[in-house]
């Protein structure tokens, strides 16, 4: 079982750029496949990229596809999220989560290990 940390999250104004961090720690950590999801308080969780065990599949929700990138470095066990002009609407606490599996999925249930998450904002 790995264990997650992210990093990154930031305040910064709308149309700027940050990238998230997510390192692991523990075993077999290139045999799982690694996703992003975010939350406001009060609403679920959402799915925003995953990428698969060998960074060949990546899947993004629509509202960020073409601003961010999803990557992973099996060697430093580590993914990344790019997010580049970001928009207000993209404020949320942000997770890096695993899923043992070969299947890049949304659903958040599939996930078995999460990180604490981190505190993006926006503003416009």
């Known amino acids: 079982q790995v264990q997650l940390v992210e990093s990154g999250g930031s305040l910064v104004q709308a149309g700027g750029s940050l990238r998230l961090s997510c390192a692991a720690s523990g075993r077999a950590f290139s045999i799982y496949t690694m996703a992003w999801f975010r939350q406001v308080a009060g609403k679920e969780r959402e799915f925003v990229a995953a990428?698969?065990?060998?960074?060949?599949?990546?899947d993004y929700v629509d509202s960020v596809k073409g601003r961010f990138t999803i990557s992973r470095d099996n060697a430093k066990t580590t993914v990344y999220l790019q997010m580049n002009n970001l928009k207000p609407e993209d404020t949320a606490v942000y997770y890096c989560?695993?899923?043992?599996?070969?299947?890049?999925?949304?659903?958040?249930?599939?996930?078995?290990?999460w990180g604490q998450g981190t505190q993006v904002t926006v503003s416009s």
């Open positions: 990428i698969s065990w060998s960074g060949g599949r990546t």
């Open positions: 989560a695993a899923d043992r599996s070969w299947i890049v999925r949304k659903n958040p249930d599939e996930y078995g290990v």
